[in-house]
């Protein structure tokens, strides 16, 4: 990606701030897919020359379990419109000598956009889902959509993760020009073979639980398998966004009496451990993907997926060579295709092979 700075911009980082010095502006309360790839991006980037620093505009997890020792500055924002926290970045960025503000979320681009105003120096945005489609509080969208607006206008490049995305932001008005793709990336992950079943199929769901993950689908399906007789357990991966979601989770569990076939663990650091646990991985959501980071990891263990086809997933899982692809918010072709993933074990093994090839060349 080539930014084009303006003359003063230029003047600005050509003295004693060094080009490639980016400080990224995160949200910080969570540690799920968009957080592995800030910390990813501060881990890869100084081997290319660029150094990296964070401002978190929360305290949580992503300062507990992060793997980059980079600068981390927690500026904490008393509200989601505290605006003031613009000029402590821009304080941050001044005094570290950076020349290039990266915001991940509508939140983050929203102060750090006041701080590039007040700086005068280039703002880039990673695009990792659609705003517009990210949950089902549909204020809570059109709210994080009219912020995005607002101080895109402000950003010298946008970052989307996926083909998807940039279709996505094109259909709002962006110009190509201004939209690059950069698909998310996960390292090899050098994992032990994973033993063919025997009795239980493991199925795994790797995610911050909420509801546009499809969780609900997940449960129903596993009723209808259940009443198939077909020998299985879940294996599920990640916190719950809110402990009101849990509640109607586990009720929903109880009611379809498969509570017993399910193991939450809660927050896990090491998903690459649980990944070995598995036979597959599902992901059923309903919409709001860019190019979720665990079905990218999911591969890198040669670990076959099946996911719905929405936004992004399609890219990089081919149906019928990787994995499976479902119809999303239908459990009953989510039960079947996690059915036909276990009555071919020989399927099975060679979209292991095909998942480590895809993961390999891409």
Same mark, same amino acid.
Request: glycine fraction near 6%.
């Given at each position: 990606?080539?930014?084009?700075?303006?003359? /003063?911009?230029?003047?600005?980082?050509?003295?004693? *701030?060094? *080009?490639?010095?980016?400080?990224?502006?995160?949200?910080?309360?969570?540690?799920?897919?968009?957080?592995?790839?800030?910390?990813?991006?501060?881990?890869?980037?100084?081997?290319?020359?660029?150094?990296?620093?964070? @401002?978190?505009?929360?305290?949580?997890?992503?300062?507990?379990?992060?793997?980059?020792?980079?600068?981390?500055?927690?500026?904490?924002?008393?509200?989601?419109?505290? $605006?003031?926290?613009?000029?402590?970045?821009?304080?941050?960025?001044?005094?570290?000598?950076?020349?290039?503000?990266?915001?991940?979320?509508?939140?983050?681009?929203? +102060?750090?956009?006041?701080?590039?105003?007040?700086?005068?120096?280039?703002?880039?945005?990673?695009?990792?889902?659609?705003? =517009?489609?990210?949950?089902?509080?549909?204020?809570?969208?059109?709210? &994080?959509?009219?912020?995005?607006?607002?101080?895109?206008?402000?950003?010298?490049?946008?970052?989307?993760?996926?083909?998807?995305?940039?279709?996505?932001?094109?259909?709002?008005?962006?110009?190509?020009?201004?939209?690059?793709? @950069?698909?998310?990336?996960?390292?090899?992950?050098?994992?032990?073979?994973?033993?063919? $079943?025997?009795?239980?199929?493991?199925?795994?769901?790797?995610?911050?639980?909420?509801?546009?993950?499809?969780?609900?689908?997940?449960?129903?399906?596993?009723?209808?398998?259940?009443?198939?007789? *077909?020998?299985?357990?879940?294996?599920?991966?990640?916190?719950?966004?809110?402990?009101?979601?849990?509640?109607?989770?586990?009720?929903?569990?109880?009611?379809?009496?498969?509570?017993?076939?399910?193991? $939450?663990?809660?927050?896990?650091?090491?998903?690459?451990?649980?990944?070995?646990?598995?036979?597959?991985?599902?992901?059923?959501?309903?919409?709001?993907?860019?190019?979720?980071?665990?079905?990218?990891?999911?591969?890198?263990?040669?670990?076959?997926? +099946?996911?719905?086809?929405?936004?992004?997933?399609?890219?990089?899982?081919?149906?019928?060579?990787? =994995?499976?692809?479902?119809?999303?918010?239908?459990?009953?072709?989510?039960?079947?295709?996690?059915?036909?993933?276990?009555? &071919?074990?020989?399927? $099975?093994?060679?979209?292991?092979?095909?998942?480590?090839?895809?993961?390999?060349? /891409?």
């Amino acid at each position: 990606m080539i930014l084009k700075l303006s003359e /003063n911009q230029t003047s600005k980082v050509s003295g004693d *701030l060094q *080009l490639g010095k980016v400080l990224h502006v995160i949200n910080g309360e969570h540690f799920s897919g968009a957080e592995r790839v800030q910390d990813l991006l501060a881990q890869q980037l100084p081997k290319f020359g660029y150094d990296a620093g964070f @401002v978190s505009l929360k305290s949580g997890l992503f300062e507990k379990n992060r793997n980059s020792d980079v600068p981390l500055h927690t500026v904490t924002m008393r509200s989601k419109f505290d $605006w003031r926290v613009g000029r402590d970045i821009a304080r941050i960025f001044e005094t570290g000598g950076y020349s290039l503000l990266h915001a991940h979320t509508p939140r983050s681009l929203m +102060v750090a956009g006041m701080a590039a105003k007040r700086l005068d120096c280039p703002l880039v945005y990673h695009v990792h889902s659609p705003v =517009g489609r990210d949950s089902k509080r549909w204020l809570a969208n059109k709210i &994080n959509t009219l912020i995005e607006n607002q101080f895109l206008r402000r950003t010298t490049m946008m970052i989307c993760v996926s083909n998807s995305l940039k279709r996505y932001m094109e259909s709002l008005g962006y110009s190509p020009t201004r939209l690059t793709v @950069v698909p998310n990336g996960v390292p090899v992950i050098h994992s032990r073979e994973i033993e063919p $079943w025997t009795d239980k199929l493991t199925v795994g769901m790797v995610a911050l639980f909420r509801p546009r993950k499809g969780t609900e689908v997940l449960l129903e399906a596993l009723s209808i398998l259940k009443n198939r007789n *077909l020998p299985i357990r879940v294996l599920a991966v990640g916190p719950f966004e809110t402990s009101e979601y849990q509640k109607d989770i586990l009720a929903l569990a109880e009611k379809l009496s498969v509570q017993d076939l399910i193991q $939450w663990t809660g927050f896990e650091r090491d998903v690459q451990s649980r990944l070995q646990q598995m036979h597959v991985m599902v992901l059923p959501s309903l919409f709001g993907e860019g190019l979720p980071m665990v079905v990218l990891e999911a591969m890198a263990s040669g670990l076959p997926v +099946v996911a719905s086809r929405v936004e992004g997933i399609p890219e990089v899982i081919r149906n019928g060579v990787d =994995g499976l692809l479902c119809q999303a918010d239908s459990p009953i072709d989510l039960a079947n295709q996690i059915d036909k993933m276990y009555c &071919n074990q020989e399927s $099975w093994m060679e979209m292991r092979r095909n998942c480590r090839e895809q993961h390999r060349e /891409n």
